[in-house]
T-cell receptor, first 113, second 116 residues
Framework: NAGVTQTPKFRVLKTGQSMTLLCAQDMNHEYMYWYRQDPGMGLRLIHYSVGEGTTAKGEVPDGYNVSRLKKQNFLLGLESAAPSQTSVYFC????????????FGPGTRLTVT | GDSVTQMEGPVTLSEEAFLTINCTYTATGYPSLFWYVQYPGEGLQLLLKATKADDKGSNKGFEATYRKETTSFHLEKGSVQVSDSAVYFCALMESAGGTSYGKLTFGQGTILTVHP
């Protein structure tokens, strides 16, 4: 099993450009999450999904949109990138029972100039 | 709202030293508590967990005890190795996870560097 994979690993955008980050998991998990990681601030939840076709806002959703058209994929979109969105983005998934352990992808480092 | 506070870092230790990373939390109800570890260039992975008061989570020589009276979940290891160098995150999940959909609230992370 590949676990949780993220595409791309690195990206540089100019202010105002758009892009989509792809997260895929092969563990048949119902729940998926997008976080951003910034120095000294830990991880903050952007959006999450509790199943195919559902999405919900997390702690810092402004400037991002998401879609979960297939159970195994969770897409994060930036419609008009801003320098404040320079960050490392992590996707995670979990099974909705037990301890709800989250499995993380390797991250995408995004720089907006 | 819920919050997690970790001791400020970074922490630098010599191999075989004793490690403590403090973590305190604020939450309503009875959260579950976690420690996640992030090795260089990788995503986070679960290190240990505790789901109720007085539970002790343990893994790879690390331990943490859920102390409701002090709202703490401090991470300890008796003898660290160079391979333990990583960033450590304390996190909490509201209640039993069902109504919170497994969402985690993270602390800011503590960078640990272990020298030979």
């Amino acid at each position: 099993n590949a676990g949780v994979t993220q595409t791309p690993k690195f990206r540089v955008l100019k202010t105002g450009q758009s892009m989509t980050l792809l997260c895929a998991q092969d563990m048949n998990h119902e729940y998926m999450y997008w976080y951003r990681q910034d120095p000294g601030m830990g991880l903050r939840l952007i959006h999450y999904s509790v199943g195919e076709g559902t999405t919900a806002k997390g702690e810092v959703p402004d400037g991002y949109n998401v879609s979960r058209l297939k159970k195994q994929n969770f897409l994060l979109g930036l419609e008009s990138a801003a320098p404040s969105q320079t960050s490392v983005y992590f996707c995670a998934s979990s099974y909705p029972q037990g301890v709800y352990e989250q499995y993380f992808g390797p991250g995408t480092r995004l720089t907006v100039t | 709202g819920d919050s997690v506070t970790q001791m400020e870092g970074p922490v630098t230790l010599s191999e075989e030293a004793f490690l403590t990373i403090n973590c305190t939390y604020t939450a309503t109800g009875y959260p579950s508590l976690f420690w996640y570890v992030q090795y260089p260039g990788e995503g986070l992975q679960l290190l240990l967990k505790a789901t109720k008061a007085d539970d002790k989570g343990s893994n790879k020589g690390f331990e943490a005890t859920y102390r409701k009276e002090t709202t703490s979940f401090h991470l300890e290891k008796g003898s660290v190795q160079v391979s333990d160098s990583a960033v450590y995150f304390c996190a909490l999940m509201e209640s039993a996870g069902g109504t919170s959909y497994g969402k985690l609230t993270f602390g800011q992370g503590t960078i640990l560097t272990v020298h030979p």
